[in-house]
C-alpha cells in the first residue's frame, strides 16, 4: 500500500511558488462557499513520526481563513478522558456545520500504537478500528465531509529526518525518547498501519496517502486533498439543489393542470399485533403500607452504592423515558432525594438548541458523559431521534431507521467504559393519561405540566406506539435492556425504578 509514498517525488522552489497562489485561492473560494451549507469538515492528520504533520497543520492553518476553522491536538489520555469512553473526546470536538476540525492525531493514533507495541492483540484491534469505521460512516450519513491523510515516509527517510531534526538546535525539541523508541518498532508499525488504512478505507471515508519526504511536496499534495474534497462536495451539493428545483417545477405544472380523476382509496390497513408495551402489566399496584416500607429500603440502598461509585470511580447513567404525564418527574425526585447533591446531576433534554442542530445528533449527549463516580440521569434523551423526530417528521425515514444502531453502538461504548446504564420506559394507559391530563387542568399548582403540545401529541398515540414497540424491540441489547415500568399506579412505578437503578449500579460495581 505505502509503495506509491516511495516514490521520490518532489517540487522545486520555482513549481511550488507557481502552484500555490492557485491553490490558496480555491481553498479560501470552497471554504467560504461551505459557510452557506450545512457540511462540517473533518480533516484527519495521522502518519509517521518526523514526517512533518505538524508543519503541514500550520500551513492549512495559514492558506484558510483561520476564523472558519478549528484544530484539535490529540496527545495520551488525560485523567478526564481516562474517565469517560475513549471517543468522548473526540465527540466532543466535532466541528459544527459550515465549519472546518482539523484533528492532529486522532482516533487512529491509540489503536495503532497500542498494537504495534503489542499493548493489544489482533482481534482486539479489529475490533476497535471495526468501531472507527463506524464512527465515520456515522458522521459520513450525516453529512460530513473526512479528508483523511495519512504522511509516510520510508525507513531511511524517517531515520534520516530525525537525526536531521536532532542535530539542528531550532528543531531539537521535535525529537523525543519516544520518536526513537517508536522507530524501532517501524516495520511492525508501517505493517499495522496498513491495516488500519485498509479496513477504514471506504467510497465516502478514503484515505489519501501523501508521500512526506519533500516538504514542499507534502503541503501541496495535502492542500490539493483537502480542496478537491470540497470542491467535489460543493458540485455534488448543487446538483442536487439543480435537480430539487427541476422537480419542484414539474409538480408545480403537474398542479396546475388542474384536478384529476379520483381514484379508489387504498385499502385500510389491518391493525398491527400486539407489541412489547402490551406485555406491560398496568394492573399492578403496591399497598401503603408496602410503599412506606420499601421506598426508604431502596433509597438508602441507592445511597450507598452511589457512594461506592464515587469511591470507585463507577458512574451511573439513567434514561427516562415515558409516556407524557407518566410520572417520570416524581420517580426522578424520589431517586435524587437518595442522592447527594455532589453524586448527581439532572439533564432534562427539550428540543435542541441552534448550536446542537449544527452538530450530529448524538454531539450533546456525549458532551454530557459523566466523570467518573457520578449520576447522571437523562429526563428523555437520545431517543427522541426515534421517537418524536421519527412521529413528527423532524427527522427524514433514512435518519430515524439507521439511528437503531448508532444509538446501540452509543450505549455499548458507554457500557465497554464500565458506566452503569439503566434504561426505564414509564407506561400508562391512553385512559389514565386522560384522567392525568384532566386532573393536571384542574389543580393549580399541576396546570404549569399540561400544554397544547401535550394534546397534540395524545392524538398521535398509535403513532407512539407503534414507534416505542420498534424502539425497544431494536435498542433492548444485552448490555442495555430497556425496563417496561408499569406507571399506572405511581408508587408501584417508584419502586421499580429504584430497584432497578440499585440492580444496574450493584452490577457493575
Avoid at 153 to 158: E, G, I, R, V
Avoid at 206 to 228: C, K, M, S, Y
Avoid at 335 to 348: C, G, K, S
Avoid at 492 to 505: F, G, I, P
Wanted: charged share 35%.
Amino acid at each position: 500500500m505505502f509503495e506509491t509514498a516511495e516514490l521520490g517525488r518532489k517540487l522545486s522552489k520555482e513549481e511550488y511558488a507557481a502552484e500555490l497562489p492557485t491553490l490558496r485561492a480555491r481553498l479560501l473560494q470552497a471554504q467560504f462557499a461551505l459557510l452557506k451549507t450545512k457540511v462540517s469538515v473533518i480533516v484527519v492528520v495521522a502518519g509517521a513520526d518526523g514526517s512533518g504533520k505538524g508543519d503541514t497543520v500550520n500551513r492549512l492553518l495559514e492558506w484558510l481563513d483561520p476564523r472558519g476553522v478549528e484544530t484539535n491536538v490529540f496527545g495520551p489520555r488525560t485523567d478526564e478522558e481516562r474517565d469517560r469512553p475513549s471517543a468522548w473526546r473526540f465527540w466532543r470536538t466535532l466541528p459544527a456545520r459550515g465549519r472546518i476540525g482539523v484533528f492532529f492525531g486522532s482516533w487512529y493514533t491509540e489503536p495503532i500504537l497500542k498494537r504495534t507495541t503489542g499493548k493489544i492483540g489482533a482481534a482486539r484491534f479489529d475490533a476497535e478500528l471495526t468501531r472507527v469505521a463506524f464512527f465515520e460512516k456515522e458522521l459520513a450519513k450525516d453529512g460530513a465531509l473526512l479528508v483523511k491523510c495519512w504522511f509516510h515516509l520510508s525507513k531511511d527517510a524517517q531515520k534520516k529526518r530525525l537525526r536531521k531534526f536532532e542535530t539542528d538546535p531550532e528543531t531539537r525539541f521535535k525529537v523525543t525518547r519516544l520518536d526513537w523508541k517508536h522507530f524501532g518498532h517501524y516495520d511492525r508499525f508501517v505493517k499495522t498501519a496498513e491495516r488500519a488504512l485498509r479496513m477504514t478505507d471506504a467510497a465516502d471515508t478514503p484515505w489519501t496517502i501523501v508521500e512526506a519526504t519533500d516538504d514542499r511536496w507534502r503541503d501541496l499534495a495535502v492542500g490539493r486533498a483537502v480542496v478537491e474534497a470540497l470542491e467535489a462536495r460543493l458540485a455534488a451539493l448543487k446538483e442536487t439543489e439543480e435537480k430539487s428545483a427541476t422537480l419542484k417545477e414539474a409538480a408545480a405544472k403537474k398542479v396546475a393542470g388542474g384536478p384529476k380523476r379520483a381514484t379508489k382509496s387504498a385499502a385500510v390497513k389491518p391493525p398491527m399485533a400486539a407489541g412489547v408495551l402490551s406485555t406491560v402489566d398496568l394492573e399492578r399496584t403496591v399497598s401503603e403500607e408496602e410503599y412506606k416500607k420499601e421506598l426508604p429500603r431502596l433509597q438508602e440502598r441507592l445511597a450507598k452504592l452511589a457512594w461506592a461509585g464515587k469511591k470507585k470511580g463507577v458512574s451511573s447513567v439513567a434514561v427516562f423515558e415515558g409516556s407524557d404525564a407518566a410520572g417520570k418527574g416524581g420517580a426522578i425526585r424520589r431517586v435524587t432525594w437518595a442522592l447527594d447533591a455532589r453524586v448527581y446531576r439532572v439533564i432534562p433534554i427539550a428540543a435542541p438548541t441552534d448550536e446542537e442542530r449544527a452538530h450530529h445528533y448524538l454531539w450533546r449527549f456525549w458532551r454530557h458523559i459523566p466523570p467518573g463516580g457520578s449520576f447522571t440521569i437523562y429526563d428523555r434523551s437520545w431517543y427522541g431521534r426515534v421517537l418524536v423526530e421519527r412521529v413528527e417528521g423532524f427527522a427524514k425515514e433514512k435518519e430515524w431507521k439507521r439511528a437503531y444502531l448508532e444509538i446501540n453502538d452509543f450505549e455499548a461504548q458507554l457500557v465497554e467504559s464500565g458506566i452503569a446504564l439503566s434504561k426505564l420506559w414509564l407506561h400508562i394507559s391512553p385512559q389514565e393519561q386522560l384522567r392525568r391530563f384532566r386532573e393536571r387542568e384542574h389543580v393549580e399548582w399541576k396546570k404549569h405540566k399540561i400544554t397544547d403540545e401535550d394534546w397534540r401529541n395524545r392524538e398521535k398515540w398509535d403513532a407512539y406506539e407503534t414507534a416505542i414497540d420498534e424502539m425497544v424491540a431494536r435498542t433492548s441489547t444485552h448490555d442495555a435492556t430497556w425496563t417496561l415500568v408499569a406507571a399506572t399506579d405511581k408508587k408501584a412505578a417508584r419502586l421499580t425504578v429504584l430497584s432497578t437503578l440499585c440492580d444496574r449500579l450493584e452490577e457493575a460495581l
